[in-house]
């Protein structure tokens, strides 16, 4: 089945499409995306993930279509950051 992994930081924006086996979990297609041999600082431990926008659990079974994201954390300045 086909989904799609995404992740977007200020210098880069990746979203790839794969065939993942039915029963595939979040962290699974994450995995085989290979998005963490690319971007080494995603840390799932640390970095949130989601479904369309819907925050997921890493072991959730993901469906044909679902575009997974990895979520960079926000830095605490950010709104100080934009009215420069």
């Not at 992740?7 to 979990?25: H, M, R």
Request: without cysteine; proline residues 7%.
């Amino acid at each position: 089945m086909i989904v799609s992994v995404a992740f977007a930081k200020p210098t880069a924006q990746v979203w790839k499409n794969i065939d993942v086996p039915e029963g595939t979990t979040v962290r699974g297609a994450i995995e085989h995306s290979g998005l963490l041999g690319q971007f080494p600082e995603i840390d799932l431990e640390i970095n949130k993930v989601g479904i369309f926008g819907s925050l997921a659990k890493l072991d959730k079974p993901v469906k044909e279509g679902d575009r997974v994201e990895i979520y960079r954390p926000i830095h605490p300045d950010a709104e100080l950051l934009e009215k420069k």
